[in-house]
């Protein structure tokens, strides 16, 4: 199983592509996970990409293209996996097209999270709390300010990608301001067909 989940920062793709990593066995391919690792490790992809993701501001496709090539290439992706937060580009989606289609794959749906974004400010300040309470570090860009630039970003680059996945008849749409049950359900249904199809 191939998935793209869709959808602004805050909508709750990273709740339920874990979800879907439990249920499915494939693997959760987290593009802002990988660069946060690289950020932390201090490699040149991290060196590169941290001043852009601090501001909010997408890191540059050749950067993104080139670590989700090598990520999806490692043995454990070969079951099948959950993309979360990338394509966020067309020239993205583009070349994950090349990828798969060199390797003869193809993707089983791609599931878009219809949110209200005047609630998604609301529910970033809540995560970075639950995340302060947890003891864990607070992600940077968790942060009101940044947060807006980064809804504005999603609007201006990411929400193309709807037309390109619905001309493709991938797409498929969840209400993600349901509650993460109810998402996870729709979800289960959308899969359920998509396989069977
Ligand atoms: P996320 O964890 O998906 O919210 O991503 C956090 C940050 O990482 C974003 O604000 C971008 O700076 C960067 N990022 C993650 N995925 C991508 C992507 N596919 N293309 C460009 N930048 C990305």
Redesign the pocket.
């Known amino acids: 199983m191939r998935l793209i989940l869709l959808g602004p920062?805050g909508a709750g793709k990273g709740t339920q592509a874990q979800r879907l990593v439990e249920r499915h066995g494939i693997v959760q391919l987290?593009?802002?996970?990988m660069?946060r690792a690289a950020v932390a490790a201090g490699t040149e992809v991290g060196l590169k990409?941290k001043a852009?993701?601090d501001a909010?501001?997408?890191?540059s496709?050749e950067i993104?293209i080139g670590i989700v090539a090598d990520r999806i290439e490692e043995p454990d992706a070969r079951k099948g996996f959950v993309l979360?937060?990338?394509?966020?580009?067309i020239a993205?989606a583009e070349a994950l097209d090349a990828m798969l289609k060199q390797k003869g794959l193809k993707l089983d749906a791609v599931i878009e999270f219809k949110v209200d974004n005047d609630k998604l400010v609301g529910r970033i300040v809540q995560r970075a709390k639950d995340t302060e309470a947890a003891g864990l570090p607070v992600r940077k860009?968790d942060n009101p300010e940044v947060f807006t630039k980064?809804l504005q970003?999603f609007a201006s680059l990411t929400a193309a990608l709807s037309p390109y996945y619905r001309e493709r008849g991938l797409l498929r749409t969840v209400d993600g301001m349901a509650p993460i049950d109810q998402v996870s359900a729709s979800i289960a249904a959308i899969l359920d067909e998509a396989v069977s199809a």
Do not use: I, K
Request: charge should be negative.
């Open positions: 920062p987290s593009t802002g996970d660069l990409a852009v993701m909010g501001q997408l890191v496709d993104v979360d937060g990338f394509p966020r580009t993205q860009d980064r970003e």
